[in-house]
């Protein structure tokens, strides 16, 4: 499968604990980008890169919320502490830019957190 | 700032009965829409996208959105469902040359059989 993959896909923890999400993107796609979904709710944009760039993070997220993508490639989002209020899907999606460019966001299956 | 209304939140039709799911946003620019779908336990995936040319444009499955900038709306349209269309349809906008992609609320479309 060449798509966007997520990993873990479910993740239950308890309020206080720290849980990180990674992304893999499609190989080509050098833009990356988180959102969370909320139950009723479309895609919020969190963060975004462009390479290993963030070159912008939402209001949404607090200090406790940090996203990396090293090298460019996979990209990992962590929170720490985390609270009820942080229980939501969080979707990787990915985008090339170039000669083939067609705007299409490209998204994973999504990583679902529940904090209890 | 961008965003994105869809009005209608829940929608149930019979299979072969029309479909038209409203997408209205607030930019006052060019704009690039876009119509997701999200069938249950799927990702999100591309229905059909708008940059330019024909207002008229045609996805897959036969769905349809049609462009009115005059009155920034961005319809997704079937004329007729099947059972295999439900699914959650969220509409998107984002402003050529930047990065961010502003989603609506979503329209969870059921389709009884």
């Known amino acids: 499968d060449t798509g966007v993959s997520q990993d873990p896909r479910h993740k239950i923890t308890k309020r206080g604990q720290n849980v990180t999400f990674r992304c893999d993107p499609i190989s080509e796609h050098n833009r990356l980008y988180w959102y969370r979904q909320t139950l009723g709710q479309g895609p919020e944009f969190l963060t975004y890169f462009q390479n290993e760039a963030q070159l912008e993070k939402s209001r949404l997220l607090s200090d406790r919320f940090s996203a990396e993508r090293p090298k460019g490639s996979f990209s990992t989002l962590e929170i720490q502490r985390t609270e009820q209020g942080d229980s939501a899907m969080y979707l990787c999606?990915?985008?090339?830019?170039?000669?083939?460019?067609?705007?299409?966001?490209?998204f994973g299956e999504g990583s679902r957190l529940t904090v209890l | 700032a961008q965003s994105v209304s869809q009005h209608n939140h829940h929608v149930i039709l019979s299979e072969a009965a029309s479909l038209e799911l409203g997408c209205n946003y607030s930019?006052?620019?060019?704009?690039?829409l876009f119509w997701y779908v999200q069938y249950p336990g799927q990702h999100l995936q591309l229905l059909l996208k708008?940059?330019?040319?024909?207002?008229l444009v045609k996805g897959i499955k036969g769905f349809e959105a049609e462009f009115i900038k005059s009155k920034f709306s961005f319809n997704l349209r079937k004329p007729s469902v099947q059972w295999s269309d439900t699914a959650e349809y969220f509409c998107?906008?984002?402003?050529?040359?930047?990065?961010?992609?502003?989603f609506g609320t979503g329209t969870r479309l059921k389709v009884l059989a």
């Open positions: 930019y006052g620019g060019t704009v690039n």
């Open positions: 999606a990915s985008r090339r830019e170039g000669g083939m460019y067609t705007g299409e966001l490209f």
């Open positions: 998107a906008v984002n402003a050529p040359g930047t990065y961010k992609y502003i």
């Open positions: 708008y940059f330019s040319g024909d207002p």
